[in-house]
C-alpha cells in the first residue's frame, strides 16, 4: 500500500522561511520521481516542483528561486525547502508521486502566509 504523510506546514509571517516534509512508504522510493503541489480554494492543484530519480528538479515559475525541492532516498522522504513566502503560497501542499499507474497522494499540509 502507497501511503505518503506530509508534515512541516503552519503559519508563518510574510519573507518567511518553511520546510515540508514527506515520508513515503509502500514503495522502491528511489526509482520515482516525487513532486509537490498545492491547491487553493476554487483552484485545480498545481504543480510546484518535482524531482526525478536522477535528481532532475524543475519548478513552477511562481516560486523558482524561492522553493527548493530534495530527497533522501535512504529515508524515503522529500523535501520542500519554502523561502521568502508571500500571501500568494498560501494553500494546502500535497506531496504526490505517480505509480503503479496510478497518482496517489498525501492528506495534504496547510501553509498559511500572513503578518
Known amino acids: 500500500q502507497v501511503r505518503l504523510v506530509e508534515s512541516g506546514g503552519g503559519l508563518v509571517q510574510p519573507g518567511g522561511s518553511l520546510r515540508l516534509s514527506c515520508a513515503a512508504s509502500g514503495i522502491n522510493f528511489r526509482l520515482y520521481t516525487m513532486s509537490w503541489y498545492r491547491r487553493t480554494p476554487g483552484k485545480q492543484r498545481e504543480l510546484v516542483a518535482a524531482?526525478?530519480?536522477?535528481?532532475?528538479?524543475n519548478y513552477a515559475d511562481a516560486v523558482k528561486d524561492r522553493f527548493t525541492i530534495s530527497r533522501d532516498n535512504v529515508w524515503a522522504r522529500v523535501y520542500l525547502q519554502m523561502n521568502n513566502l508571500t500571501p500568494d503560497d498560501t494553500a494546502v501542499y500535497y506531496c504526490g508521486v505517480h505509480a503503479r499507474g496510478n497518482q496517489f497522494w498525501g492528506q495534504g499540509t496547510q501553509v498559511t502566509v500572513s503578518s
Open positions: 524531482i526525478t530519480a536522477e535528481s532532475n528538479r
